[in-house]
């Protein structure tokens, strides 16, 4: 059985580009690095996300999927 991957991503507010910030991780994990993230960086200018491995690279548009 294979286990479903996530992506941490940071999603600049302004300009909805995405930064790949933490790859290929169990959901708990992920969500665990997305708490870390806004804990430590804030969500002045960038919000962040988990999403399902590959699905975005450095540079992309965010498009809630």
């Known amino acids: 059985?294979?286990?479903k991957l996530y992506?941490?991503?940071a999603v600049n507010m302004a300009t909805?580009?995405?930064r790949v910030i933490h790859k290929n991780d169990s959901i708990e994990?992920?969500?665990a690095v997305v708490e870390m993230a806004v804990m430590r960086r804030g969500?002045?200018?960038?919000?962040f996300?988990?999403?399902e491995?590959?699905?975005y690279q450095?540079?992309?548009?965010w498009a809630a999927k």
């Open 1 to 3: 059985m294979s286990t």
């Open 29 to 31: 994990n992920a969500q």
């Open 53 to 55: 491995a590959g699905l």
């Open 16 to 18: 909805q580009k995405v």
């Open 58 to 61: 450095d540079g992309d548009t």
């Open 7 to 9: 992506d941490v991503v």
């Open 43 to 47: 969500v002045e200018t960038e919000f």
């Open 49 to 51: 996300a988990e999403a």
